[in-house]
């Protein structure tokens, strides 16, 4: 139904006066009830109120579409005001309202005011629309002016055909699989269904791969979008045009991304090529962001080891009995010796399990198991004087280097191996990558490893001499850097870096890490609960959210509040934050998972200090956004 069909001279008003939003409705409704729409104008006025207080139908810019749907209407209709000196409506946005159209759907008929709703919200969202509303000298080009954009609306929105299923597929990773993962999936999602383009994106998160693209759905696609900051395997999409880009992009340029996918313009991707020269998309992101997806291939991979072998760790400490025999603590009681023997073999498994997945993001598969035995060789401290290891400690960066060694050995072997006679070619991957590429990975990995343990030697004393002012600078430091860009690089590389003081046994970076990445969202949360007319009602529900987010170490729910306001928000987060990690290690507090956020606090050292840590952290977080923020009204007004 057109708006034209719904909207009558005799229900529109250019010269409305009214000193609140319960005058502007109270008169609005009896234009409507001029129309002969109502059966009964008081009770359709009590349903329009009675949707009010479900959410302020002010939209903001100085519009209000007031609307219900009631038993007390008799067909559908529209009346519309003109409030030239504006009247205060309790909109989004805080400001007074200049143009109101009101809806009248009756109860048992169809969904027509949501169609008319619709169709006014896209209308006056058009540059210079509202404004020609404003300037309109009678009723009638009033509606003139409406039936004209409704047409071209009509025109532009024509929906063209197109072939069954979904036109754009995307794979959305992320290092850690939690949140940017599905943000950047609801992303692509919501704009393409705004641009009419069908979307599917498959996640891959922390919990495996969800919404799996089929074979069938990628045969018929246009484009494939990997917006990911770890690398996916792209073998199904051998042949289709695919788009490689960070899962950021796919959070922010949602749309940038679709456009450019069903241009035509995209790049088709050829997996043989780009399995021997390491992609062509790839190419293009340059060096440091090719490290960056290696080392955060592995990282996500090695995440679940750590976690649950430091939590298992943590848990034998916490039910093991001290005063048994102080030396053997951890495995003093069955209970206790059980849990620290499995959480020792998952946490061991932490830097083979690093090193491999590096290797097989570099080289694919043939990498997997030469970054594994190098990785072995490097947690041995293996050296060829001594081959059983025990000599250097090389640690976590000697298992690093042993990955990216051993994945780019698998990569030269590929490289010498390409003009062999293709009656050899399958003996490439069952002997040659994995006899060669085991012994020359493992060769590299030792000749370096005296380094290595050199370097992590210098490091972990230097750390561990640190006291007093020093070691809260650390604190301060690491835990800040958590809330620069809430899960980017440099989130990460404070991450990654108190993840691998684990494995040396300096518990006390990674809890001070987990403190200041907690603050973010707690900030956030409680300042949309205490300082309420500083954020729009959107705003205070998202809030609510970020109280679970917070506590689980989910540092990225605070992202849509940074991105919409960073001047204010990111420095708050980033004192909050350091607070938090400063305060963290004063009182030395230990962690031996990454992971986990409050729900293992009791196996935290000293837990009650860590917990009032994050609280004086968020606490502070929360009243210099407040400083910060102005509230709406004023800031509007201002």
């Known amino acids: 139904m057109k708006i034209k069909d719904l909207l009558q001279a005799q ?51 100085g519009i209000a579409i007031p609307h219900a749907k009631s038993e007390a209407v008799k067909k559908p209709g529209l009346a519309a005001v003109l409030v030239k000196e504006g009247v205060e409506y309790d909109s989004l946005d805080g400001q007074p309202v200049h143009i109101a159209f009101m809806i009248a759907a009756p109860a048992d008929g169809s969904d027509v005011h949501l169609s008319a709703l619709s169709k006014l919200s896209t209308m006056l969202m058009v540059p210079g629309f509202k404004d020609s509303l404003l300037k309109a000298s009678s009723p009638e080009e009033f509606l003139r002016i409406i039936d004209k954009k409704e047409r071209e609306l009509d025109e532009k929105t024509k929906k063209p055909e197109r072939k069954e299923g979904y036109r754009v597929l995307a794979v959305t990773a992320c290092p850690t699989g939690i949140a940017h993962t599905f943000m950047a999936a609801e992303s692509l999602e919501q704009k393409g269904k705004e641009l009419d383009i069908p979307v599917k994106v498959e996640t891959q998160g922390a ?35 695919v788009i490689i880009t960070k ?70 400490f916490l039910f093991d009995d001290y005063s048994i025999d102080p030396s053997n603590f951890g495995k003093n009681t069955p209970i206790a010796a059980y849990l620290k023997t499995i959480g020792e073999y998952s946490f061991g498994m932490m830097l083979p399990i690093l090193s491999g997945y590096i290797a097989m993001s570099i080289a694919d598969r043939p990498g997997l198991a030469v970054g594994i035995v190098a990785g072995l060789v490097a947690k041995a401290g293996s050296t060829f004087l001594n081959p059983a290891g025990g000599e250097v400690n090389a640690g976590f960066l000697g298992a690093l280097f042993a990955g990216f060694a051993a994945g780019y050995v698998v990569l030269g072997l590929k490289k010498l191996t390409e003009k062999m006679p293709q009656s050899l070619n399958s003996i490439r991957p069952m002997i040659i990558y994995p006899v060669l590429g085991v012994l020359t990975g493992s060769v590299v990995t030792t000749l370096i490893n005296p380094f290595m343990g050199m370097i992590n030697t210098a490091l972990s004393n230097a750390l561990n001499g640190l006291n007093g002012t020093s070691k809260i600078l650390l604190g301060v430091i690491c835990a800040g850097m958590q809330s620069v860009d809430m899960g980017g690089p440099v989130n990460k590389t404070s991450y990654v870096f108190a993840t691998s003081q684990l494995a040396e046994g300096n518990f006390e970076i990674m809890a ?9 969202p707690l900030a956030i949360a409680l300042c949309t609960t205490f300082f309420k007319n500083r954020f729009t009602k959107k705003e205070r529900e998202s809030g609510l959210v970020n109280y679970l987010l917070g506590l689980s170490f989910i540092s990225e729910g605070a992202i849509p509040f940074a991105a919409s306001d960073p001047l204010r928000v990111l420095p708050s987060c980033i004192i909050g934050s350091a607070t938090a990690g400063g305060l963290s290690m004063f009182f030395g507090c230990t962690l031996r998972a990454p992971h986990g956020g409050i ?13 009032l840590s994050i609280l004086i ?11 910060l923020k102005k509230p709406l009204k004023e800031e509007k007004g201002a």
């Open 11 to 61: 229900s529109i008003d250019l010269n409305a006066k009214a000193g609140s939003k319960d005058e502007i409705i109270d008169y609005m409704t009896r234009l409507m009830d001029k129309t002969n729409n109502l059966k009964n104008r008081e009770d359709y006025k009590k349903d329009v109120l009675k949707r009010e207080m479900e959410g302020t139908t002010g939209i903001g810019d």
């Open 247 to 316: 899962v950021a992009s796919g959070i922010h340029k949602a749309e940038e991304l679709i456009l450019e996918a069903v241009s035509g313009n995209v790049a088709v991707y050829h997996h043989d090529h780009a399995a021997e020269d390491d992609t062509v998309n790839e190419v293009k992101e340059g060096i440091g962001r090719q490290i960056y997806k290696h080392l955060m291939n592995g990282v996500s991979h090695m995440l679940p080891f750590v976690i649950g072998g430091g939590i298992l760790i943590a848990l034998a």
């Open 207 to 241: 919990d495996g791969a969800k919404n799996i693209l089929t074979a069938d759905e990628i045969s018929k696609a246009d484009c494939i979008i990997i917006a990911a900051d770890k690398n996916v395997d792209l073998k199904r999409f051998d042949g289709k045009p």
């Open 617 to 627: 952290g968020a606490v502070v977080g929360c009243l210099i956004l407040a400083i």
């Open 512 to 520: 001070a890490v987990m403190a200041g990445g907690m603050i973010p």
């Open 599 to 611: 729900f293992v606090l009791p196996t935290i050292g000293n837990p009650l200090m860590y917990a």
